[in-house]
């Protein structure tokens, strides 16, 4: 069997090793040079069985975790939070798992989209932080108000896992 790659050259998906792709009969359209699903699923006889089971297993828990955030989305919107921003925050934190699935099981389908999915992921996890910091803060009333109630507090910097190190004590 013939390997497949797709080549991106000015915008144009171009297939080479599968000349009857590119002349149009595997495509819908007569030379439109992208493949069919019965193409596709040629393709995929490929590769071995357990990694097609991993895919799919994969794929269902992605499903699953969607649903489940949007549920949980549903009733955090519908019994909670007075604060618009309390409720955005919690959102994009929530959202982290769902995203995270969403582009690892995009990464082991498209291989070569992997390293855009995994830079798509690790933004998000940094976002997230962010988002978590505007929670904590609204929690504690703003800026303000969080500035105000940690003024003269003592912070002990042997926290865990460095616990058993003897740290200063910072005011």
């Given at each position: 069997?013939?390997?497949?790659?797709?080549?991106?050259?000015?915008?144009?998906?171009?297939?080479?090793?599968?000349?009857?792709?590119?002349?149009?009969?595997?495509?819908?359209?007569?030379?439109?040079?992208?493949?069919?699903?019965?193409?596709?699923?040629?393709?995929?006889?490929?590769?071995?069985?357990?990694?097609?089971?991993?895919?799919?297993?994969?794929t269902?828990?992605?499903?699953?975790?969607?649903?489940?955030?949007?549920?949980?989305?549903?009733?955090?919107?519908?019994?909670?939070?007075?604060?618009?921003?309390?409720?955005?925050?919690?959102?994009?934190?929530?959202?982290?798992?769902?995203?995270?699935?969403?582009m690892?099981v995009?990464?082991?389908?498209v291989?070569?989209?992997?390293?855009?999915?995994?830079?798509?992921?690790?933004?998000?996890?940094?976002?997230?932080?962010?988002?978590?910091?505007?929670?904590?803060l609204?929690?504690?009333?703003?800026?303000?108000?969080?500035?105000?109630?940690?003024?003269?507090?003592?912070v002990?910097?042997?926290?865990?896992?460095?616990?058993?190190c003897?740290?200063?004590?910072?005011?």
């Open positions: 069997m013939a390997e497949i790659s797709f080549v991106i050259d000015e915008g144009i998906s171009l297939i080479e090793g599968n000349e009857s792709l590119v002349e149009g009969e595997g495509g819908e359209e007569e030379g439109d040079g992208h493949p069919s699903v019965s193409d596709i699923l040629t393709h995929a006889e490929g590769y071995p069985t357990d990694w097609i089971v991993l895919i799919v297993a994969c269902v828990f992605t499903i699953v975790m969607l649903v489940l955030f949007i549920k949980t989305a549903i009733a955090h919107k519908k019994y909670s939070t007075k604060h618009t921003m309390q409720f955005l925050s919690t959102m994009g934190i929530l959202f982290v798992y769902p995203l995270f699935a969403l690892y995009s990464g082991m389908v291989p070569r989209a992997n390293s855009k999915c995994t830079f798509i992921a690790e933004m998000y996890e940094s976002l997230s932080l962010m988002f978590f910091l505007k929670l904590m609204t929690y504690m009333g703003g800026k303000k108000n969080t500035v105000e109630s940690l003024e003269g507090q003592k002990h910097l042997n926290a865990p896992p460095l616990c058993w003897p740290m200063p004590t910072v005011k």
